[in-house]
């Protein structure tokens, strides 16, 4: 079976930009989550879509939104990027019950100048 | 809120020592426990994860972890580490359906 994928792997825009990431889940799969990997800030969640819903948000300004589809793929969007969005953007695939195993992708490397 | 704590930023251990990574958590109820590994530029891989039952869990690897609930603790153990287990190991706490709280993270170095 093939892994959560996410495109691009690799961003650089400057701010004020806008930005959309791609997440492609394990095939089965109706959740993705998503996160965001900082050094000063570590893993923080942003938020998870289950059959296309959004059904839990982290604490993160209105900038950041997501959506799923009806095939599951999911993207996340930011606007107006500040230089603190520079980060390593990942997102996880499960099954979408209570303590499923999430699976991993590779993340986005996003870069902000 | 759930929180993680990883109390060790970083730690270096031969190569064919023992292991601990240690984990102490906060959350109310009974908590779902996981254990993930990254390699540099790489996603997350789990490693292992605690849901019920067996309070010791085996995982990938070589490594297993006990939850311990009087201590609040799930620390992670290898008996003898490879050169390959050089990484970084993030505990995290499950929080409602799909979020992960996650613990800043111990940075592993294997000395040959």
């Known amino acids: 079976k093939a892994g959560v994928t996410q495109t691009p792997r690799y961003l650089i825009k400057t701010r004020g930009q806008q930005v959309t990431l791609s997440c492609s889940p394990i095939s089965g799969h109706r959740s993705v989550s998503w996160y965001q990997q900082t050094p000063g800030q570590g893993l923080q969640f942003l938020f998870e879509?289950?059959?296309?819903?959004?059904?839990n948000k982290g604490n993160f300004p209105g900038r950041f939104s997501g959506r799923q589809f009806s095939n599951s793929r999911s993207e996340m969007n930011v606007s107006t990027l500040e230089l603190g969005d520079s980060a390593l953007y990942l997102c996880a695939s499960s099954l979408g019950m209570t303590a499923d195993t999430q699976y991993f992708g590779p993340g986005t490397r996003l870069t902000v100048l | 809120a759930q929180s993680v704590t990883q109390p060790d930023i970083h730690i270096t251990v031969s190569e064919g020592a023992s292991l601990e990574l240690r984990c102490n958590y906060s959350?109310?109820?009974?908590?779902?426990l996981f254990w993930y590994v990254q390699s540099p530029g790489q996603g997350l891989q789990l490693l292992l994860k605690?849901?019920?039952?067996?309070?010791l869990v085996q995982g990938i690897k070589g490594f297993e972890a006990e939850f311990k609930r009087s201590q609040s603790s799930f620390n992670l153990r290898k008996p003898s580490v490879h050169w390959s287990d050089a990484a970084e190991y993030f505990c995290?706490?499950?929080?409602?359906?799909?979020?992960?709280?996650f613990g800043q993270g111990t940075r592993l170095t294997i000395n040959p």
């Open positions: 959350y109310g109820a009974t908590p779902y």
């Open positions: 605690y849901f019920s039952g067996d309070t």
């Open positions: 879509y289950f059959s296309e819903t959004q059904r």
């Open positions: 995290a706490v499950g929080e409602g359906a799909q979020k992960l709280v």
